[in-house]
């Protein structure tokens, strides 16, 4: 089995591979791909994906976003814009955790990856996929140096 210590550096490693966006965004991918990499994220059909959205979003107390489906182009795979409260998916599959991300910029009107998305993330996370990829998340974002509440606070 591999340690936790193990993940997080593989996760500051995989951080150097989005040169294209700011240090903490990279390293906030970076934690998830780690997170799929050891606990794998449930992938979603497309109709399974619009179910799930308006279960998360109904739980939460918003109205569900506007969701469009685009073929997958470079490493981008979904993004949200707060302003028109929509989503855009790009490829065929989805996986939960990168519906929570971006319900998570919506819930949390903050379209960067600072402390208020990412404790928010861990909440949505917690509570709409399990309690194991929400204590990984969190141990890994606080591995890597990324400040996130305490994990009592994010339920
Ligand atoms: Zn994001």
């Not at 490693?13 to 780690?34: F, I, K, T």
């Not at 073929?71 to 790009?90: C, K, L, N, P």
């Not at 949390?108 to 204590?135: C, D, M, Q, T």
Request: proline letters at 2%.
């Amino acid at each position: 089995m591999t340690s936790i210590s193990q993940f997080i550096e593989d996760a500051k490693l995989a951080a150097g591979n989005y040169q294209r966006c700011d240090h903490e965004s990279a390293l906030c991918y970076a934690v998830e791909r780690v997170v799929e990499t050891a606990h794998g994220w449930k992938r979603l059909s497309k109709p399974e994906l619009a179910l799930f959205v308006d279960a998360v979003c109904d739980t939460e107390g918003i109205d569900s976003p506007e969701i469009s489906h685009l073929r997958r182009t470079g490493s981008v795979i979904a993004s949200a814009d707060i302003e028109y409260h929509s989503i855009e998916f790009r490829g065929s599959t989805v996986n939960v955790g990168s519906v929570l991300h971006e319900i998570a910029h919506l819930t949390s009107g903050a379209s960067g990856h600072g402390i208020v998305f990412r404790n928010e993330f861990v909440r949505l996370v917690r509570r709409h996929s399990s309690v194991e990829h929400a204590a990984f998340l969190h141990a890994v974002m606080q591995g890597v140096g990324l400040e996130v509440a305490p994990w009592q606070a994010l339920s």
